[in-house]
């Protein structure tokens, strides 16, 4: 199955997730360089990476954003999302041994369109634009090492849940994405994780 037909098999948690959804499929079915970052609507995907007991989150401290944030990228033409979001938390963390937790219809833990302001990066300019966000959810080994990727973050670190959201500079990611993503956690917990 594709992304557009995991998404329609998804069951969305909340408003935003259903609107968000119904968003992404629109664009998903309307424009066909959806994959590509040169649309200003482009697929993406993030992975929120727990220890294996379902208490820790892993964050970075990314550069652009100015925040302690989960981990992510575009999909810059691969369709393959989850391997995309794994290839993202490898390249940001150095984490590689990271395995996808089955939480739904292609692993999609939550769906969401976020803004991306206009900004500098490698120094050029990118126009303000949307990512059309895919989220996985991936268990990892905190004892595994971690290294910064010096051109994204300037910071990788294991927190308690609750403190992704006491970190963060991002109102809007705070309180719709990872009060979510902590409560889809917790509740996913006693079938997944290892005590």
């Known amino acids: 199955m594709g992304i557009a037909e995991d998404l329609r098999a998804f069951s969305p ?4 997730e259903a609107a968000d959804r119904d968003f992404i499929l629109q664009r998903l079915a309307s424009d066909p360089e959806a994959f590509d970052r040169t649309s200003p609507a482009h697929m993406a995907c993030s992975i929120w990476t727990v220890n294996p007991t379902f208490t820790q989150t892993l964050l970075v401290y990314h550069n652009i954003y100015d925040s302690w944030s989960w981990i992510g990228g575009h999909a810059d033409g691969q369709r393959d999302l ?3 979001a794994l290839r993202e938390l490898a390249e940001e963390t150095g984490v590689a041994h990271a395995k996808l937790v089955p939480c739904g219809p292609g692993n999609l833990l939550s769906c969401e369109v976020l803004t991306v302001d206009g900004h500098e990066k490698r120094g050029a300019y990118v126009s303000s634009h949307l990512h059309l966000n895919v989220t996985y959810l991936a268990v990892a080994d905190p004892a595994e090492q971690v290294r910064i990727k010096v051109d994204e973050n300037s910071g990788v670190r294991w927190v308690p849940l609750d403190d992704a959201v006491a970190l963060s500079t991002e ?12 409560a889809k956690t ?6 997944f994780a290892i005590n």
Do not use: M, V
């Not at 109102?171 to 902590?182: A, E, T």
């Not at 917790?186 to 079938?191: G, I, N």
């Open 171 to 182: 109102p809007w990611i705070r309180d719709r994405i990872y009060r979510k993503l902590i």
């Open 82 to 84: 989850a391997a995309a």
């Open 13 to 16: 948690s909340c408003e935003q």
């Open 186 to 191: 917790r509740e996913l917990a006693p079938r």
